[in-house]
């Protein structure tokens, strides 16, 4: 069994217009770049995103904003990006804004078949506009329903050809989850080993959950906004 692809362009070729598509990475961090890259290529358009952000305005996600790909974005928060902002602004995309705890729940039910369940995150806002509320034990809980996805594209740090995947430390963030709740699991990854390479201690998302695997190429791995201290 080798769920290996030769490329980005070859694993994402059956990607169509109009589909459901889960990012991975935090920021710009653990997002996959040869994928990314591959989607604008392709030129897929009306796309539904599910990632925590949008990347910058020059990098990430924001490369679909530019050729206007993406259609509505499900996400956590704009971040550095002025084409996204502009872009909602001017509703040329809607955006669905969820506290970001309520995002990962979703996505992590969406992997393990729970519809929806109950969240005090949010009740009294704008977020639980539209939304059935109850009370349990005193408090009042709003429903959020499960996310999936048609494709989850993710990046790993280290793959053998089942697709048992490895993350390496911040790089990790939403991957592991969005890995489970999509029909087809697409991962780069920049180390491909043999099986039995890995520990099977050290797998995080076994390669039952991932459909194509391929080894991704000139990583750039940007920083949304470089901090350094100041010389005295």
Request: proline share 3%; charged share 25%; aromatic share 6%.
């Amino acid at each position: 069994m080798n769920k290996v692809y030769a490329n980005a362009d070859a694993a994402i070729v059956d990607i169509p217009d109009g589909a459901t598509i889960m990012a991975g990475g935090f920021g710009l961090c653990g997002i996959p770049e040869n994928l990314i890259d591959a989607l604008q290529r392709k030129g897929v358009r009306n796309l539904t995103v599910i990632s925590n952000n949008a990347g910058i305005s020059v990098f990430g996600m924001g490369k679909l904003l530019h050729t206007h790909q993406i259609k509505k974005l499900i996400g956590t928060y704009v971040g550095e990006n002025k084409v996204l902002e502009d872009q909602v602004l001017q509703h040329e995309i809607e955006m669905e804004l969820n506290p970001q705890g309520t995002l990962a729940e979703r996505i992590r039910a969406g992997g393990s078949g729970i519809p929806a369940f109950y969240t005090p995150t949010g009740v009294g806002t704008v977020v639980a506009e539209g939304k059935e509320v109850r009370e349990f034990g005193g408090r009042q809980y709003l429903l959020e329903q499960a996310l999936t996805a048609d494709f989850a594209l993710i990046k790993a740090w280290k793959s053998d050809r089942w697709g048992n995947l490895v993350y390496r430390k911040t790089a990790r963030n939403f991957n592991p989850m969005m890995a489970t709740a999509a029909k087809v699991t697409i991962a780069e990854v920049e180390e491909l080993v043999e099986l039995g390479d890995i520990d099977p201690n050290c797998i995080i998302t076994p390669g039952i959950y991932v459909s194509r695997i391929l080894r991704g190429v000139n990583y750039e791995k940007r920083i949304e906004r470089r901090t350094v201290r100041r010389e005295d």
